[in-house]
Nanobody
């Protein structure tokens, strides 16, 4: 069982930055693929970024602005978000699963464990 706890959300002006953190429990963190998804009001949950081994993947909408990284010694994955836009406003969820193909890691079903989410609000 893996437990995930996100932090770092908040209110920021457009053009600003935030860094989300996701702390994971369990001894096998380094073997896990980690992902970030987001869900805006009235919309479906969507893929944002993933990291598996040394490979990273991004949604087109955040490519060049967001960076996913991990610290295996701290059992933590990060999402650095720069040049934030109002359309980035959403609840951001951390997810963990087995290493898989890029395609699978962009899908909700590619993950077994989910955090409770953290709110990110970008004002214009």
């Amino acid at each position: 069982q893996v437990q995930l706890v996100e932090s770092g959300g908040g209110l920021v002006q457009a053009g600003g930055s935030l860094r989300l953190s996701c702390a994971a429990s369990g001894p096998t963190f380094s073997n896990l693929a980690m992902g970030w998804f987001r869900q805006a009001p009235g919309k479906e949950r969507e893929f944002v970024a993933a990291i598996s081994g040394s490979s990273t993947y991004y949604a087109d909408s955040v490519k060049g602005r967001f960076t996913i990284s991990r610290d295996n010694a701290k059992n933590t994955v990060y999402l650095q978000m720069n040049s934030l836009k109002p359309e980035d406003t959403a609840v951001y969820y951390c997810a963990a699963g087995s290493r898989a193909t890029m395609y699978r890691l962009t899908k909700i079903y590619g993950y077994n464990y989910w955090g409770q989410g953290t709110q990110v609000t970008v004002s214009s």
